[in-house]
């Protein structure tokens, strides 16, 4: 049985009621405490830079925990499951240290360098979209970055093309190193809309498993462990892993 809107505002609240467990708060606790172990070891000689993977191997596992959790606690309908991937046409935000992981994730497999070959395809194509509507737009007409990037990301996903990181099985072939966005999002609704494609699309119900400033809090000690490591930014996962693929740390 799909959501409707009353049920969808009851699964809010049981969202906001799960967040405020105490069990909650500990996982996420964990999380940071990770992230801070993580950020500690950037400033280490290169030696140490298997703690830095460890760190956030066990920060991401308690966030996995924590989302688990809430799923669990709010009774969220979720309608993902393995092999689902109606979602996996986007071009998801990463944090820099996120693309960074992905990327040293997907070199460690056989086709990695396909996979990785296959990011940069992306990204310059993705690149080529944003500049073209840029110009199409005009230096006279009123459009800020943020609308500019919005708009190319959905004319992105109507073009129906899948991650690069996607298996031939549906399922994600770097799960364990999958970004925060791909975590934290979740449908209760009929998963053929996940396509913008779909005349539903406009109206997909998706609960916010990640809004509150406590959740936000672990996103900026993810930007400050990109930053520590001076990594270059980059707006979604195909550009991060272009930018990244050829770091040093992708082989520590």
Aim: positive net charge; proline residues 6%.
């Amino acid at each position: 049985m799909l959501v409707d809107d009353d049920a969808l505002e009851q699964l809010r609240a049981r969202l906001l009621r799960a967040r405020e467990s105490p069990e909650a708060i500990a996982l996420l606790d964990a999380a940071r405490e990770h992230l801070d172990v993580a950020l500690a070891a950037t400033g280490e000689p290169a030696r140490a830079r298997a703690t830095l993977w460890r760190a956030l191997d066990a920060a991401y596992d308690a966030v996995d925990r924590y989302l688990e959790l809430l799923a669990r606690a709010a009774e969220v309908p979720v309608r993902c499951g393995p092999g689902c991937a109606a979602c996996c046409t986007e071009a998801p935000p990463v944090h820099a240290i996120e693309g960074l992981r992905l990327a040293r994730a997907l070199l460690e497999r056989a086709d990695g360098g396909e996979r990785v070959q296959r990011a940069v395809d992306q990204a310059r194509a993705f690149q080529a979209m944003l500049l073209a509507r840029a110009q199409a737009a005009g230096a006279d007409h009123v459009m800020t970055r943020t609308r500019l990037y919005r708009e190319t990301q959905e004319q992105w996903r109507r073009s129906g093309r899948s991650c690069p990181v996607l298996g031939a099985d549906g399922r994600c072939s770097a799960y364990a190193a999958r970004p925060l966005a791909c975590r934290v999002y979740v449908s209760v609704d009929d998963p053929a809309k996940c396509d913008p494609r779909h005349p539903g699309f406009a109206t997909l119900r998706r609960p916010a498993l990640w809004a509150s400033e406590r959740e936000r809090s672990v996103e900026r000690q993810l930007a400050r462990l990109g930053s520590a490591l001076s990594l270059p930014a980059a707006p979604n996962l195909q550009w991060a892993v272009a930018q990244l693929h050829d770091h040093p740390l992708t082989s520590s």
